[in-house]
């Protein structure tokens, strides 16, 4: 069974930082792309970015270019993203997901975490 479960979120201070894992299973880790998404109350669900596992290519959402960086540990099948410079606007419920290659597509991915709330506080 294909499954992805984010941790890591929580209630912090504007400028403060929070790491967000993403620990996959029931598929070759290596073989895939992780993209993180975020919803916050009331908004359409947008792309963080994304870090394809088997050759590195990636990409960072210009709302957070400079501040999150996505990685991964492919021993350990986990991705991880970096917030650090966190903004009331980050406020929301982040996902990851699984997909063959990186795409701005949600309709890409396939297989999807159940979220974990991310509160900054100004």
């Known amino acids: 069974e294909v499954q992805l479960v984010e941790s890591g979120g929580g209630l912090v201070q504007a400028g403060g930082s929070l790491r967000l894992s993403c620990a996959a299973s029931?598929?070759?880790?290596?073989?895939?792309?992780i993209g993180w998404f975020r919803q916050a109350p009331g908004e359409a669900r947008e792309g963080v970015g994304c870090?394809?596992?088997?050759?590195?290519?990636?990409y960072h959402a210009d709302s957070v270019k400079g501040r999150f960086t996505i990685s991964s540990d492919n021993a350990k099948s986990t991705a991880y993203l970096q917030m650090n410079n966190l903004k009331p606007e980050d406020t929301a419920v982040y996902y990851c997901?699984?997909?063959?290659?990186?795409?701005?597509?949600?309709?890409?991915?396939?297989?999807w975490g159940q979220g974990t709330q991310v509160t900054v506080s100004s």
């Open positions: 029931g598929f070759t880790f290596a073989d895939y792309a």
């Open positions: 997901a699984a997909a063959d290659g990186c795409s701005n597509y949600e309709e890409d991915f396939g297989a």
């Open positions: 870090l394809s596992n088997s050759d590195g290519h990636g």
